[in-house]
């Protein structure tokens, strides 16, 4: 399978989190590499691979951080592709601090933010596979399934005898 997502995140705590995000990626049968790389402790590191992603055949970045989340900021402004922000829940400030972090961005580096928990690495991996999708049909037409077969669970639950 090729890889086309990249994964990065702060600290290789945060890998048990995003078991979401590989979890969807594997059922769409879309390829990703993951790495552990911090913003602030590694920062030419980050930039470096956030440079050579694309030559590399990614196509979507998705970065998650907790705290001073500045991971997607970063590799958003050293890329070209589109950046994926997940922000980490924190024991400090339940993630509140690292939702604002990541979906703070100054005008020109934009970073597509999700939600903070469990539903966040999921919707991470669904996004970059409808970006992905944009120009693979086959990627669309499984963006279409899961979608049809999300709604019909959601109908056959909405029925109270």
Do not use: W
Request: aromatic content about 2%; hydrophobic content about 45%.
């Amino acid at each position: 399978m090729k890889t086309r997502v990249l994964i990065v995140m702060g600290s290789r705590s945060d890998l048990p989190g995003l078991q979401g995000c590989m979890d969807q990626l594997d059922a769409f049968e879309v390829g990703y590499e993951v790495r552990i790389l911090s913003a602030h402790r590694t920062p030419d590191a980050v930039i470096a691979l956030s440079e050579q992603a694309k030559d590399r055949g990614i196509e979507v970045i998705i970065a998650a951080a907790g705290g001073a989340a500045h991971l997607a900021g970063v590799i958003a402004s050293s890329t070209p592709l589109p950046v994926i922000g997940i922000p980490v829940q924190t024991s400090a400030l339940g993630g509140m601090d690292s939702l604002l972090s990541t979906v703070q961005m100054p005008s020109g580096v934009p970073v597509a933010t999700v939600a903070i928990g469990k539903a966040g690495p999921k919707n991470a991996a669904i996004l970059a596979c409808q970006m992905i999708g944009l120009k693979d049909k086959e990627i669309q037409d499984k963006i279409i399934a899961f979608k049809k077969e999300q709604a019909e669970k959601v109908l056959k639950d909405s029925y109270v005898e």
